[in-house]
């Protein structure tokens, strides 16, 4: 969505970019123009339906910086915060995803200045920024009775623009730590200095804080078609939970008992009502826009924008040549083929022998409670059904005359795929027999190392509902884990597995032996980041729970040995963006 020029104006980094554009034409001397198109801010909003298009600019965009389309490079949130951690990979396979070792230097927490990870997501969430508080400037500004809106509607636009403004806020705060406060863009020339975390830190949380009274429940806003994507009560309260979960590693100031506060609040419906599915998919199937877990979406549809479902995040999560699986006919997918840029890092080594670390290993961790109805290999049932998360083994599917067919490994040699929990050179080896060459590391892999995560369905062409879930940026099952963690930390690990286990049931069978015991001793540091890594693999947050438990940087895990420091639990401030802004001080650890 795009709007036409109101002299709006963006922090000093872009502006400072903008202004060097029209510098770099030295040649030009008369500087003089006349402008055809140029509106008056002070006019622009003419009509109701403007107020509308005005509030809603923002939202576009900022599920757009979830999936952060970035070239081909790895920029956006999910490269950030899960191939810097100890789950995802994306490892060379062959000729593919070598791109100049950007992967590498994730994975192994080398980046500089100079990378895409220094300077994407910050450009991203300053943009998203900039269009939140011009939008809440605008609305600021106007009579509501002239548009026929009430004070209540106009207090819930600029509430809901100060929620999602603290929500970019968040997201930078965690990313780079010291970071630049704006609150006013119209008719601003200059950015600021950078503040303090501690600044920072209570700015979202005043923020968030005034913003909540004047937010709507999902029961004011009506049917789903009002709620669905709109920040509410119970999302701008979530938000909140996540700023004092992670205070410690933000301030160094533990806000657990806060962080425990609000989550009960939010569960007990404080804030509206929300309740957990019965079905593990259910949280990320075509019906979630109006499943009570989900309490923040951006919603997905096939005739519009399903930016999640691209190849900057979740496409690129299949296995090479694996369409007919699917039952997709080439090149029936919207972003053409597949190629899996992302798959789980392995927890065996080539001979499937486990590893003796003990991060990492998803599917290991996964199988370690074998009645895991997500362990089922993924299938579409038909029917907008689907069975499993995961794709691993042989890859057959039945063609026209119903005859199994086995999809060819074409990048390696043309044999059957056989997709292992191991990285390696295994081309057409078949299961069980073991090679001769042993690396496993991020240069070694093949189009058959590492299980493939399918976290929402990849219905097929023919499926009405193909590409139509929402992205569930929050979901009540990070509530019911984040006061579990609360009340484990507090020493009451019988109400952390209560809690848990109020989530984790839907996983296994009924009456499953899988459920942790009532009085939660099987609980221990590892096991509580196990399984926010089972509960939450790939949603776009690994990075800070490992931080948060204190491992990000000390720990061991496949091909990755601890770093000799801690200054990359935050990113640098990308060099162009330096050189935009000579008033931003580049990130401790990253000046050398």
Known sequence: MKRQNKNHQFPCSLLLML?????????????????????DGRTFLQTKEDVYRDFLRTFDHAYYSIHGWDGGLPGNQASINELTADQIMTPKRGGDWFDGGVYYQMHYHTWTSLHPVASSQWNLLYTGITLSTNSIEDIQAIDPAKFNLTDAEVKEFIAELRTMRAWFYLRLFDLYRNIEIITKVQNETKGKEQSTPQETFHFIEKELKEALPDLFTREQFGSVNNWNGRWTKTAAASILARLYLNAKVYIGQDKYNDCAIICQDIIDGKYGKCGLEDRW????????????????????????????????????????????????????????????????????????????????????????????????????LGGSKREGMFVYGYIDYKNAKGETVYIKNGPDGGAPYYIRDAVGQFNSTPPGQPIANKLSNMTSADHNSG??????????????????????????????????????????????????????????PTGSASLYKPDGSQLTDQEMLDEWGREFLFENRRRIDLIRWGVYNTGIWWDKQPDPDNHTSILPIGQSVLNLNPQLKQNPGYDK
């Open 281 to 380: 998919d259910a949280p990320f199937d075509y019906t979630n826009a109006a499943s009570p877990e989900v309490i923040f979406g951006f919603p997905g549809s096939y005739s519009g924008t399903h930016y999640h479902y691209g190849v900057g995040l979740y496409q690129w999560t299949m296995p090479f040549n694996t369409e007919p699986y699917f039952s997709f006919v080439p090149p029936a997918t919207p972003y053409g083929g597949f190629n899996p840029r992302y798959a789980m890092q392995p927890g065996r080594n080539v001979d499937s022998v486990e590893y003796a670390f003990q991060l990492g290993k998803p599917f290991v961790k996964f199988q370690k409670y074998p009645d895991d109805l997500r362990l089922k290999k993924y299938r579409n």
């Open 451 to 508: 299980v493939c995560v399918i976290k929402y369905p990849y219905y097929p062409d023919n499926d009405p509902n193909k590409y139509t879930s929402s992205y569930a940026e929050i979901r009540l099952a990070e509530i019911y884990y984040s006061l579990a963690e609360c009340k484990y930390r507090a020493g009451d690990k019988a109400a952390a597995a209560a809690l848990l286990n109020a989530v984790r049931k839907r996983n296994y």
């Open 19 to 39: 202004l060097g554009i029209v510098l770099s034409f030295n040649n030009c001397t008369n500087l003089d123009e006349h402008v055809y198109d140029k509106i």
